[in-house]
């Protein structure tokens, strides 16, 4: 045990607080918007060039280049998330996409999209959820014919967010419809303005439309534009769920949600006293406490595994559940604290924090379902961390 | 930055998995329960080889001179094999009374002894951590001890006690002094010895060589960590037991393991318990490295992996199915170990509101 990070690492906390304090002031306030302003896009070239995002991505690709250092990107975060400050462009084409390139692109693919997507001139979006296939991803329908050099696409993809303001699409469609379901799949990308691509806004429970469905009709695209080989599409995709597994459950989120609350149940008086005297929910707020620190050391116990090189085994596997849910039940506190204030939401009088209590209690909800079910991650513990048996197959009928 | 495990500490580990496997099997265990012993001499010797009754002894005194992760580790361990042997107050609270209290000779007369495994000392600070019951209390004036203490941890045998006042200070009476009348407490656990000690102007030795407050509050943090440890130890344990079992019992033609109502029992309790391994961990870490922040953690870590351990007790159990429920499974001396962590020197409610006073958002 040895919690100190050394003073090689100070020093370099150091470069990242005085850049902070030079160039603080030059990052966006709003941030999160599905197309990132010429604002965000300039702080993002900013934060390339000086190795504080894309810092691992190799230069010819318009990355920073240097050596994998999680210690240094943790550092990085912990600074930037201190000063209340966006550490870059986040999309599902930096997180998923270029990292899947990287492993199993080829050179031309490279070239032609990572740095691009790196600087926000090129937006993604993740076709790979269809109506009939969520949890059970492989059995998914929409297919590519051949049609000469190209493929003919025609289906339906759900729970594609940012759709409506992408550019590009990286998608699973299956191309050998005779191979069994998992062999059958191709990664295919193409461009959303390609004719046949209909986007249609989904409305989820929050109110907002945070999802869209796209509808593929005779949608041509040609078959260079294949990610590894055909047939390859599902050991891709697993290649990317990856990265966007370790996003999930993120524990430095709920600490800052807890402080939140914790400051909350400090300033709002409820009969004349603040809430935080209330034994009732002090009590829930301490027991939440305890989790989110729980969950805050083991995200340093599996940091210290992947500097070790080790496999953590089931540590890893709970992070998604561990984490959305603890999410969710701070939401879920803050709410209740607030009592009838709770409930208020969109514009209303008495509104606190902009309804945001609510909004997050209904989209952690789909962070729970999304990425994987509590359920699909509750088979993966017991089958890969416990080593239980998997459901057996139900016959053909 | 390194938050993990040493590889002197792994070895510790496996060297402590193999021991207790060998020398307390459930037969054993049984076997000491059945016949109300205060504990296993054979898997208190065998535990005395490997150095665990010195672990926290400084080394001058004979002792190993390990950090409190070491100790939490052997806990945890203790609690996987429902070991039936004195840790926490002998090897745990008593060494910490007397290196942060004891005076150099105190220190020079009981560390070697203690570290030898040659004495046990038992603990009664039950009052101070959880609170007064049935007018327990112990007044210390003139070198005399008057008053009872409850929950006394490590009684049986126990050939001195380290007993807290309601002053604050620490006093040291031997196991067969005049006027000290010895009641043993009947729990649920069979594995591990708790006694009512009454006090009738029994002659004591007072810790006279440190700050005995500061010492008290380290001696209760550092035992939640290690009841807290148990209860990891006893919770993988169940955990285990439960996964095995369902992968040996068929119904419907199939094991119940591949049922999903099955599975999803067992992952919901490795996932709850897991994430305690890493707060005991920094908890126990910080007992050594960063002692300003022990107090709330201890209270997280216990407070946490016991109500845990609650739900991972019934929900292996209940994996187990009507076998569970038996006597002959043995599962009982596990659940029944977790319940008695939870209750022992502060249960979680109680623990959240003293975390609660650390931080200041109540009044103390």
């Keep these: 045990m040895d919690l100190a990070y050394g003073p090689e690492y100070e020093a370099f906390r150091e470069e990242v607080r005085g850049f902070i304090s030079t160039h603080g002031d030059k990052a966006p306030q709003r941030f999160g918007v599905a197309r990132p302003s010429d604002e965000l896009i300039a702080w993002q070239k900013l934060l390339i060039e000086h190795g504080l995002t894309a810092r691992t991505i190799p230069k010819q690709y318009g990355g920073y280049g240097a050596e994998p250092d999680i210690l240094k990107s943790r550092i990085i975060a912990e600074e930037f998330t201190k000063a209340g400050l966006p550490s870059g462009i986040a999309n599902q084409g930096i997180s998923m996409f270029v990292p899947t390139l990287l492993e199993l692109g080829t050179e031309a693919q490279k070239q032609e999209w990572i740095s691009r997507t790196l600087h926000g001139e090129v937006i993604w979006c993740q076709g790979y959820s269809e109506p009939g296939s969520g949890s059970d991803l492989a059995s998914l329908q929409t297919k590519a014919t051949e049609d000469g050099d190209d493929f003919i696409i025609n289906g339906q993809k759900i729970w594609t967010s940012t759709a409506a303001s992408a550019d590009w699409i990286f998608c699973l469609v299956r191309t050998e419809p005779d191979k069994p379901k998992h062999a059958g799949i191709s990664y295919l990308i193409f461009s959303m303005k390609t004719p046949g691509i209909e986007v249609r806004p989904l409305k989820t429970m929050t109110g907002h439309a945070e999802f869209n469905e796209v509808f593929f009709t005779d949608v041509r695209v040609p078959k260079s534009q294949i990610v590894a080989g055909r047939g390859q599409g599902w050991f891709v995709a697993n290649a990317t769920l990856k990265h966007e597994r370790g996003m999930l459950g993120d524990p430095n989120q709920a600490g800052t949600r807890l402080k939140q609350i914790i400051d909350l149940m400090h300033e709002e008086m409820l009969d004349g006293e603040r809430l935080i005297d209330n034994p009732l929910f002090r009590d829930r707020l301490t027991q939440l406490q305890s989790r989110v620190l729980a969950m805050q050391f083991h995200g340093l116990r599996l940091l210290t595994a992947s500097l070790k090189g080790e496999d953590p085994g089931i540590a890893r596997l709970i992070v998604k559940l561990q984490g959305c849910e603890i999410n969710h039940q701070l939401a879920a506190l803050a709410i209740d604290a607030l009592g009838e204030i709770g409930v208020l939401y969109g514009d209303s009088p008495h509104l606190r924090a902009h309804g945001s209590w609510q909004h997050r209690y209904m989209f952690d909800l789909g962070l729970i379902i999304g990425g994987g079910t509590a359920q699909i991650q509750k088979n993966i513990i017991a089958e890969r961390g416990l080593g239980m048996p998997r459901e057996p197959k139900v016959a053909k009928a | ?364």
């Design chain 2, 1 to 364: 930055m390194e938050f993990g495990l040493s590889e002197d500490q792994r070895m510790l580990q496996d060297s402590l998995g193999k021991l207790l496997e060998k020398c307390a099997p459930l037969d054993h265990v049984r076997e000491i329960a059945d016949q109300s012993k205060a504990y296993s001499a054979t898997v208190w010797q065998a535990l005395g080889e490997l150095g665990v009754a010195g672990i926290l002894v400084p080394e001058e005194h004979g002792g190993m001179g390990q950090t409190l992760l070491d100790a939490a580790l052997i806990a945890e361990a203790l609690g996987h094999h429902v070991a039936p042997s004195p840790f926490v107050a002998s090897c745990v609270m008593a060494p910490i009374a007397l290196v942060e209290a004891g005076s150099p000779s105190q220190q020079a007369k009981y560390l070697p002894p203690l570290a030898a495994g040659e004495i046990i000392a038992g603990v009664a600070l039950s009052e101070a951590a959880s609170g007064v019951r049935d007018k327990a209390g112990v007044t210390a004036s003139n070198g005399r001890l008057n008053g009872k203490a409850l929950f006394v941890i490590d009684y049986g045998d126990a050939d001195i006690f380290i007993i807290g006042d309601t002053g604050g200070g620490l006093h040291l009476v031997a196991g067969d002094a005049p006027g000290l009348t010895k009641i043993a407490l009947t729990s649920i656990d069979a594995t591990r010895s708790l006694g009512e000690l009454q006090f009738e102007n029994v002659e004591a030795e007072t810790l006279t060589g440190g700050d005995a407050a500061k010492a008290r509050r380290r001696m209760i943090d550092a035992a939640r960590i290690m009841l807290a440890a148990d209860t990891l130890g006893a919770g993988s344990r169940m955990i285990a037991k439960a996964v095995d079992y369902a992968g040996e019992r068929k119904q419907f033609g199939r094991v119940i393991g591949s049922f999903q109502a099955v599975k999803h029992m067992c992952a919901e309790m490795a996932s709850e318990l897991e994430p305690c391994r890493s707060l005991i961990w920094y908890a126990a870490h910080s007992h050594d490295a960063m002692p300003e922040e022990t107090s709330l953690m201890a209270a997280h870590a216990k407070s946490l992996t016991t109500d845990v351990g609650r739900f991972v007790a019934r929900t292996a159990t209940e994996v187990h199915g009507g076998m569970g429920f038996t006597d002959l499974l043995g599962l009982h001396f596990w659940f029944k170990r977790i319940g008695l962590n939870r209750q022992l020197l502060g249960s979680p409610e109680r623990l959240r509101q003293e975390a609660a006073q650390m931080q200041g958002w109540v009044a103390a």
